[in-house]
């Protein structure tokens, strides 16, 4: 099975602080996502990336960063933290290969309180 | 990727069929419609998808309609572990990349 795990389930930083979440696949799939998810609001794209260095905003960027040295790493940066980031933030992977055609896997969440 | 609307919110008694409609009028000849769950604290998870066919697996059935404008999936004998929201999707599978966009959802609640 897909492991997609990320750094930290909760996580409590001050405003102004720069964040790093961590997101770790084990499927050597090519596509990566960062997803936050508030309440009435659903899913909402921040940023994803299809390939090694490469990167693509989604609806919602501002505020963010990403990084994905690696193939199975993707790192969301908020590069000075505030309160509005509160949220939860949800870490993806899909691809090409594995039974469904582009299934997307997803992370458990990592909730980030911004105080 | 095309549009998809969803009843905000639907009940169903524990054993019986759960029928979640989507409604795609502007689906595209190529896109797929795709359906995920998310229970509470958890990351959505796949269930489901279709072009044209109905389709049928272990957790669901995928009803779509000749026109594909809308969809219905079935959770045949709903239980309480499938309380969740539902995300019905469409967008091209054959693509190198995908971008894959929420809507809102339906959350329904199995009651016992």
């Known amino acids: 099975d897909v492991k997609v795990t990320q750094s930290s389930r909760y996580l409590v930083k001050r405003t102004g602080e720069k964040v790093f979440l961590e997101c770790v696949q084990d499927m050597d799939h090519e596509n990566m996502f960062w997803y936050r998810q508030d309440p009435g609001l659903g899913l909402r794209l921040i940023y994803f990336?299809?390939?090694?260095?490469?990167?693509e905003k989604g609806d919602i960027p501002e505020g963010y960063s990403v990084s994905r040295e690696k193939k199975e790493r993707f790192s969301l940066i908020l590069e000075s933290a505030s309160t509005n980031q509160t949220s939860m933030y949800l870490c993806g992977c899909g691809g090409t290969s594995g039974r469904v055609y582009n299934e997307q896997f997803f992370g458990p969440g990592t909730r980030l309180t911004v105080l | 990727d095309a549009k998809t609307t969803q009843p905000p919110s639907m009940d169903c008694a524990e054993g019986r069929a759960a029928n979640l409609p989507c409604n795609h009028s502007?689906?595209?000849?190529?896109?797929?419609v795709y359906w995920y769950r998310q229970i509470h604290s958890q990351g959505p998870q796949y269930i489901i998808h279709g072009l044209k066919n109905n389709e049928t697996n272990e957790m669901a059935s995928l009803i779509i309609t000749e026109d594909r404008k809308s969809s219905t999936l079935i959770l045949p004998h709903a239980t309480l572990r499938d309380t969740a929201v539902y995300y019905c999707i469409v967008r091209v599978a054959e693509t190198s990349y995908d971008k894959v966009i929420f809507g809102p959802g339906t959350s329904l609640s199995v009651i016992p």
């Open positions: 502007t689906i595209s000849g190529n896109e797929y």
């Open positions: 990336s299809y390939d090694v260095k490469m990167k």
